[in-house]
């Protein structure tokens, strides 16, 4: 559906030769180019532009609201990026040689159906994100569980050690075994705050 909307902004604006739909953390839902660019560091930079949008007018003191739109003016192309929802933006990228003055009124009325079928997108793309981090807790769980069974081991073996250096040994790779527990331990949490923070953001997109 967005895909349709996509080709009807190009029908409407020949001089448009790509288009990005993309959100504030630079994820690319959308595009016209191919997968033989890098379309995630595209995105990547795209969201770091506006962030250092946002900085700017930090620094500058100016009235907190957020950017409407971004001109890039470059010898062969001029990039246009639009706000469309709270987190979603649109970039249109338009060949200087083919365009006289840039246009926007033929799009306006795609960009508030776009929003909606965007926000339809994002609540998809939470619910794929919390299945993924909801399968790297439990893939962690169990091999958390195998490290404590590991330890448990090691912890038989010592009680029957019988020399120093025997002992040093089950020491050293009880440590080593401990100390990887921990980061997977740590991992585990990092991952169910994330999983917490993308619930709290799908209730709100209810």
């Not at 919390?130 to 569980?145: C, M, N, T, Y």
């Not at 081991?153 to 050293?172: C, T």
């Not at 331990?185 to 997109?205: C, P, Q, S, V």
Request: proline fraction near 1%; hydrophobic fraction near 40%; include cysteine.
């Amino acid at each position: 559906m967005v895909f349709k909307n996509i080709n009807r902004i190009k029908a409407a604006l020949p001089e448009v030769i790509h288009i990005i739909m993309f959100y504030n953390n630079g994820t690319i839902f959308q595009t016209t180019f191919e997968q033989d660019i890098n379309i995630p560091k595209l995105g990547e930079l795209l969201a770091r532009t506006l962030d250092k949008v946002r900085k700017i007018n930090d620094i500058c003191k100016f009235k907190s609201n957020d950017y409407k739109k971004l001109i890039f003016e470059m010898e062969e192309v001029t990039i246009m990026i639009l706000k469309l929802g709270e987190e979603s933006n649109i970039a249109l990228v338009f060949k200087n040689e083919d365009s006289k003055e840039i246009n926007l009124t033929p799009i306006k009325r795609y960009l508030s159906k776009i929003e909606e079928l965007i926000d339809m997108d994002k609540k998809e793309l939470i619910l794929n994100q919390i299945l993924a981090k909801e399968d790297e807790v439990k893939a962690l769980e169990s091999v958390l569980e195998k490290k404590e069974k590991e330890l448990d081991l090691i912890k038989e073996k010592l009680k029957e050690a019988y020399s120093e250096s025997d002992m040093q040994k089950l020491m050293s790779e009880y440590n080593l075994v401990e100390l990887e527990s921990r980061k997977l331990k740590d991992e585990e949490d990092k991952i169910r705050d994330e999983l917490k923070n993308l619930k709290i953001k799908i209730e709100k997109t209810k």
